[in-house]
């Protein structure tokens, strides 16, 4: 079987970058940066599904992903959960936290409408995203 990412996780986000077991993307919400970590193998759902260096591999990427997050958002609190509550396919969310965001201290989930990154916004946390990520290997 193939991975095959789910279609509400590829409409609310944005591809960055592939590392080596997961698939990194942006979520298309401006008001926090929230990155998600799929895993790119076929049908899994729970983190015990993953292999054992499956598990400790994802450990290292989410430690990775955060320590990039934590620096270039300047972030007070990381979030970092794996729910599956309405998307069943495993994805590791890692959310940026500010006591001044919209939500604080409410969690992320069902605040209201995502505000889309502009252009150029996408473009320069992106880049310092990528950036932060290569410092981090």
Request: charged content about 30%; hydrophobic content about 40%.
């Given at each position: 079987m193939t991975y095959?990412?789910?279609?509400?996780l590829a409409d609310d986000s944005v591809p960055l970058t592939t590392l080596p077991l997961s698939e990194l993307r942006l979520i298309n919400d401006a008001r926090f940066p929230w990155l998600l970590l799929i895993?790119?193998?076929?049908k899994l759902e729970e983190l015990v599904d993953l292999s054992s260096s499956d598990r400790l591999?994802?450990?290292t990427?989410?430690?990775r992903v955060s320590r990039a997050l934590r620096t270039v958002s300047h972030a007070d609190k990381l979030?970092?959960?794996a729910l599956g509550n309405v998307v069943s396919q495993l994805h590791v969310h890692v959310i940026a936290r500010k006591h001044t965001d919209a939500c604080w201290p409410k969690p992320v989930w069902g605040q209201g409408p995502a505000v889309p990154y502009t252009t150029a916004a996408l473009t320069e946390l992106s880049?310092?995203?990528?950036?932060e990520l290569e410092a981090h290997e």
């Open positions: 095959t990412l789910d279609n509400r895993p790119r193998r076929a591999a994802l450990t990427e989410i430690d979030n970092v959960a880049e310092q995203l990528l950036t």
